[in-house]
């Protein structure tokens, strides 16, 4: 009989959560607000076995910067049930752009982004939207991390 670490099984699927500590979400720079509200897109990461990126990661544009947000997404419930598992930025430059930054997560060695992989690239997706000025990049980052 096989025995079962419950306490393992806890450790591994547990992460630290922090829901806006400081409410600050009404006084979120509305001057950013309509380039939040544009169309964001959608891809799977991985294949089905998690052993390459999925073939939908060509469609990420390559000429461009942008904001990304790596998703858990099991759809026990069609886009409702999904956990935000990681959010990040890169501007456009000769050496580097939206696709590139995110395809770069494949070989990530990072502790987290390992785990990320690991434990749910089944279900991982990512969601980005595509941006032109790096200063709204830039912007962007520097409120939502200092409201």
């Known amino acids: 009989m096989e025995l079962l670490d419950m306490c393992c099984k806890m450790r591994t699927h547990t992460l630290p959560f922090l829901l806006n500590p400081d409410g600050e979400w009404d006084t979120f720079d ?6 939040l509200d544009n169309d964001w897109r959608e891809v799977k990461f991985l294949n089905e ?6 073939d939908a990661i060509r469609t990420i544009p390559n000429d461009t910067g942008g904001i990304y ?35 770069e997560y494949f070989r990530d060695t990072r502790p987290l982004v390992v785990l990320m992989r690991e434990m749910w690239g089944k279900y991982l997706y990512v969601r980005y939207l595509p941006l032109t000025d790096n200063d709204q990049i830039k912007g962007l980052e520097e409120h939502s991390c200092n409201p």
């Open 69 to 103: 947000t790596f998703i858990i997404k099991p759809n026990v419930i069609s886009d409702v049930h999904l956990y935000i598992a990681y959010i990040g930025r890169v501007q456009s430059t000769t050496t580097q752009n939206l696709r590139k930054r995110i395809r």
């Open 49 to 54: 076995t998690g052993d390459r990126l999925s």
């Open 30 to 35: 509305s001057d950013y607000q309509h380039i």
